[in-house]
Every structure is written in structure tokens, then in C-alpha cells.
T-cell receptor, first 113, second 113 residues
Framework: SQKIEQNSEALNIQEGKTATLTCNYTNYSPAYLQWYRQDPGRGPVFLLL?????KEKRKERLKVTFDTTLKQSLFHITASQPADSATYLCATSPSGGYQKVTFGTGTKLQVIP | DADVTQTPRNRITKTGKRIMLECSQT?????MYWYRQDPGLGLQLIYY???????NKGEISDGYSVSRQAQAKFSLSLESAIPNQTALYFC????????????FGEGSRLTVL
């Protein structure tokens, strides 16, 4: 079955450094990969989407890579700020028809001032 | 105002009671979803609807039912609540070619005693 793995351990990083979160998927080849941000007790908020034929996508301080050979995505936040502290969810979806979204369990990021 | 509104935000109930969680959206999207989130688990899909006449079971539909009253309204019912249905429930919407880009509500925290 489709499975997404994200590091369940929290990631603590010093303010100003680059945070890198990892997402690995197994047993399938998604057409799209998404990253969401979730604050405690709140709904996930969509951040970025990358397609299988794209290697890298950027949005302001965020960068996502998608390596279909390694079946892995990396999510980078440069010049991290305490306000970036949250749980980040990786998700994938297929092409065509019903694009069912499969979510990972998320990695909690804590940016220390 | 939020684009995806869920009510109630918090609810405590007893085993065996019938509970309805409601979701309304102003995004004009055709597709609506109900997810459940438990600590340490990814978001799990309960039901999804592509339009008013199209409702489909997700991964964990047992014990739940839904109603799509209008394009903008999608409600989730627990006919006879049980303690292991204690969880955070999210409604989400998307357009027909979302590529996995979902818009979530703020969540409904349900506790079944």
C-alpha cells in the first residue's frame, strides 16, 4: 500500500539557519507532491506543489525538491524564524481522475531564537 | 471570514449519542472531503464528494455517514458515537483539477466519553 514516511522526531534549529525536512514515499509513483503547514489545533495550510517532472520549486524562503529515483522530497526553509515553528505535512497524489491525496504524519519544526 | 467553516469547533458527547459535524465553504469548489486526524497518524479520509449527487467512501468510513445538502455544504454524522471516534475532524475542499491542493477548515475536536 502507499506509504509516506516523515521523521516523527521534532527538528530543532537555530533562528537564521536553514531547516531541511525529509519525505520518503514507497510502493508507488505519485504525479504530484505537496507540502502543508499545520499549527496546533488548526487545519493544514497548503504551501507548495511540485510535479513529478520538476526537480525543484521555490516560493519566497521555501524550496522543495522532488527526486523520483530516490522516492524522496526535501523541504527547505531558509533564514528560519520562530514564526516558522509548526508541523509540516508531506502529501502525494496521482494524476488523472480522482486525485486522492495521501498524507504523511508530519514533522514538527521548532525554530529557537 | 474563513473560506471553509466547520461547526462545532469543539464537542464533548457520550457513547451512543448521534453527532453531526457541519461544513460550509465559500470557495465555489465542487469537491468536498472529511478527514480524521489522530495523534501520530496521518490524515485519514472518511468520505469525499465530487458534487451533490456523487458521494464516495474513503479509507475509514465505517461508523460514519455524510450528506451533501448543497454544493457549499457537506455534513458528517456519527450515528452512534464510540470512544475511539474521539479525534480531530477536518473538512476540506478542492476544485476538480486540484493536483492535491486542498483547502482545510479549522477543525472540529470531538471527544466521546
Amino acid at each position: 500500500s502507499q506509504k509516506i514516511e516523515q521523521n516523527s522526531e521534532a527538528l530543532n534549529i537555530q533562528e537564521g539557519k536553514t531547516a531541511t525536512l525529509t519525505c520518503n514515499y514507497t510502493n508507488y509513483s505519485p504525479a504530484y507532491l505537496q507540502w502543508y503547514r499545520q499549527d496546533p489545533g488548526r487545519g493544514p495550510v497548503f504551501l507548495l506543489l511540485i510535479r513529478e517532472n520538476e526537480k525543484e520549486k521555490r516560493k519566497e524562503r521555501l524550496k522543495v525538491t522532488f527526486d523520483t529515483t530516490l522516492k524522496q522530497s526535501l523541504f527547505h526553509i531558509t533564514a528560519s524564524q520562530p514564526a516558522d515553528s509548526a508541523t509540516y505535512l508531506c502529501a502525494t497524489s496521482p494524476s488523472g481522475g480522482y486525485q486522492k491525496v495521501t498524507f504523511g504524519t508530519g514533522t514538527k519544526l521548532q525554530v529557537i531564537p | 471570514d474563513a473560506d471553509v467553516t466547520q461547526t462545532p469547533r469543539n464537542r464533548i458527547t457520550k457513547t451512543g449519542k448521534r453527532i453531526m459535524l457541519e461544513c460550509s465553504q465559500t470557495k465555489g469548489h465542487d469537491r468536498m472531503y472529511w478527514y480524521r486526524q489522530d495523534p501520530g497518524l496521518g490524515l485519514q479520509l472518511i468520505y469525499y464528494s465530487f458534487d451533490v449527487k456523487d458521494i464516495n467512501k474513503g479509507e475509514i468510513s465505517d461508523g460514519y455517514s455524510v450528506s451533501r445538502q448543497a454544493q457549499a455544504k457537506f455534513s458528517l454524522s456519527l450515528e452512534s458515537a464510540i470512544p475511539n471516534q474521539t479525534a480531530l475532524y477536518f473538512c476540506a475542499t478542492s476544485d476538480s483539477d486540484s493536483k492535491g491542493k486542498l483547502f482545510f477548515g479549522e477543525g472540529s475536536r470531538l471527544t466521546v466519553l
